[in-house]
């Protein structure tokens, strides 16, 4: 059964900065790229970044660009979004999820694993 578990969410101000971790259970997680999504009240989900089975390629919405960074550890089983400077609009669940490698090409559309999410919410 695979599992994926979100944690670090939380309350911060404005300015501040969260990791997001993503830890994977019953995938074999080398074999999949992986991705962070959110979603705000009233809002469609959208991709935040991605990133490929090894870690040597990654992907950012323009919005993450220059603050969030994704990052893995395979031997952990676990993804990572580090975010600084958080800004109100920021503020969402975020989700992390796993889809079959393939020769990487971003964010996709479908992924096959999802978590249940944490929310991040920032005080301006």
């Known amino acids: 059964q695979v599992q994926m578990v979100e944690s670090g969410g939380g309350l911060v101000q404005a300015g501040g900065s969260l990791r997001l971790s993503c830890t994977a259970s019953g995938l074999p997680f080398g074999d999949y790229d992986m991705g962070w999504f959110r979603q705000a009240p009233g809002k469609e989900r959208e991709a935040v970044s991605c990133?490929?089975?090894?870690?040597?390629?990654?992907a950012y919405a323009d919005s993450a660009k220059g603050r969030f960074t994704i990052s893995r550890d395979n031997a952990k089983n676990t993804l990572y979004l580090q975010m600084n400077s958080l800004k109100a609009e920021d503020t969402a669940m975020y989700y992390c999820?796993?889809?079959?490698?393939?020769?990487?090409?971003?964010?996709?559309?479908?992924?096959?694993?999802w978590g249940q999410g944490t929310q991040v919410t920032v005080s301006s």
């Open positions: 990133i490929n089975w090894s870690g040597s390629i990654t």
């Open positions: 999820a796993a889809v079959r490698a393939v020769p990487f090409g971003g964010c996709r559309d479908e992924y096959d694993y």
